[in-house]
């Protein structure tokens, strides 16, 4: 399953994203603003990379802060996951989610 996951382009989850954040009143500038924070990428990479996840974490600059986001996604705990890029991969859904659910952009960056 993990290996699935980690070849899927990020151009095919990006659209899920902002049509997550979308339906709960959010815009695809607050979208960016957290994914540009978590990776380092510009908003053009974001919008138009077709790297596989794999790749495209192994070229993102996570910051330090980071290692905060904790929670459920998936009814796992994300700080648990001993997996780095499937870490990444959840610390990742688990902002995308704290957005969609109203939570403030101040608070999500750490």
């Known amino acids: 399953m993990s290996e699935r996951i980690f070849a899927l382009p990020f151009n095919q989850l990006y659209p899920l994203y902002l049509n997550k954040i979308q ?3 959010r815009t695809q500038a607050e979208l960016d603003a957290v994914l540009r924070w ?3 990428y510009d908003t ?3 919008h138009t990379s077709t ?3 794999r790749d495209f974490f192994t070229q993102a600059q996570m910051p330090l802060a980071s290692s905060q986001i904790t929670g459920v996604i ?3 705990r994300v700080e648990t996951i001993r997996d ?3 870490q990444q991969i959840r610390q990742m859904d ?3 989610d704290e957005l969609a659910k109203g939570k403030a952009i101040d608070q999500i960056l750490r």
């Open 23 to 25: 339906r709960k009143g």
């Open 38 to 40: 978590l990776t380092g």
């Open 44 to 46: 053009a990479t974001l």
């Open 51 to 53: 790297l596989p996840l």
């Open 74 to 76: 998936c009814g796992v």
């Open 84 to 86: 780095p890029l499937l």
């Open 94 to 96: 688990k902002v995308v």
